[in-house]
């Protein structure tokens, strides 16, 4: 079985997205670019790591030099927790919408839907 890219994955997720009748909700597709602007920060991330490693030398005022972690280690961590917790509320909202009958106004709207 082939490996699927992020792209590939997150085009099957919203088709699953569809098939249970979410893909236009308001909450989900707000959550769902969200999640893909985290996983765009997370792979800027990566590649700073890559390109200058765990530690960077942070000059001072008077030109003194000291070794420092790389603080895209630390942004990419706060973004990595921030992105679990953005999939935790997709499968919940996916979750919830597809249990609920959804047939109001209110609904709809949320929905995405236009008379």
């Given amino acids: 079985m082939a490996k699927l890219t992020l792209q590939e994955q997150a085009d099957r997720l919203l088709e699953q997205a569809e098939e249970k009748g979410v893909a236009n909700n308001f909450f989900f597709r707000t959550t769902f670019k969200r999640y893909q602007v985290q996983m765009k ?4 991330l990566e590649k700073a790591i890559e390109k200058y490693g765990a ?15 790389n ?13 679990n917790g953005t999939v935790g509320t997709l499968i919940n909202i ?4 597809s249990e609920e009958s959804g047939g109001n ?9 236009d008379d």
Avoid: C, F
């Avoid at 920060?41 to 800027?44: P, Q």
């Avoid at 960077?56 to 003194?64: A, M, Q």
């Avoid at 106004?105 to 839907?113: A, F, K, V, W």
């Fill in 41 to 44: 920060i997370l792979a800027d």
């Fill in 55 to 69: 530690t960077v030398t942070k000059e001072y005022v008077k030109g003194r030099q000291n070794l420092v972690a």
């Fill in 71 to 83: 603080p895209a280690i630390t942004e990419y961590n706060k973004t990595s927790t921030a992105a």
């Fill in 94 to 97: 996916i979750k919830t919408l």
């Fill in 105 to 113: 106004r209110l609904q709809e709207l949320i929905d995405g839907l």
